[in-house]
């Protein structure tokens, strides 16, 4: 079975930045069949689709909130998924998951921001941008 480690959250003042690191186990080069998806989840709102990187096709998604400033990438060969975070703004404090989702393409924008499609997920790490 899939299992996730989302790691890398922590403090951080505006205008800086952290890197997210989501590591698979239970399935040799994941990459190869599953999409990972980043979600955020702040105090009393809704999980937000955050970004997803494919490895079928190499096709990646942000939410606008993040385009210019995160960067989803992986390392096939550390079955690892990154989101760079620059430019952190307080609006961006929240609980960061990642999650897989069997053969989805990122180019589908609509599923991959959808929590429904994913099958796998982490356990949450925060993230905590002061003004």
């Known amino acids: 079975e899939v299992q996730l480690q989302a790691s890398g959250g922590g403090l951080v003042q505006a205008g800086g930045s952290l890197r997210l690191s989501c590591t698979a186990s239970?399935?040799?080069?994941?990459?190869?069949?599953?999409?990972i998806g980043w979600f955020r989840q702040a105090p009393g709102k809704e999980r937000e689709g955050v970004s997803c990187?494919?490895?079928?096709?190499?096709?990646?998604y942000y939410v606008d909130a993040v385009k210019g400033r995160f960067t989803v990438s992986s390392d096939n060969g550390e079955n690892t998924v990154y989101l760079q975070m620059n430019s952190l703004k307080p609006e961006d404090t929240a609980v960061y998951y990642c999650?897989?989702?069997?053969?989805?393409?990122?180019?589908?924008?609509?599923?991959?921001?959808?929590?429904?499609?994913?099958?796998?997920w982490g356990q949450g790490t925060q993230v905590t941008v002061s003004s």
């Open positions: 990187i494919s490895g079928t096709d190499g096709s990646t």
């Open positions: 239970g399935y040799a080069r994941i990459f190869d069949d599953y999409a």
């Open positions: 999650a897989a989702s069997w053969s989805l393409l990122c180019t589908n924008t609509d599923m991959a921001a959808s929590a429904t499609v994913y099958d796998y």
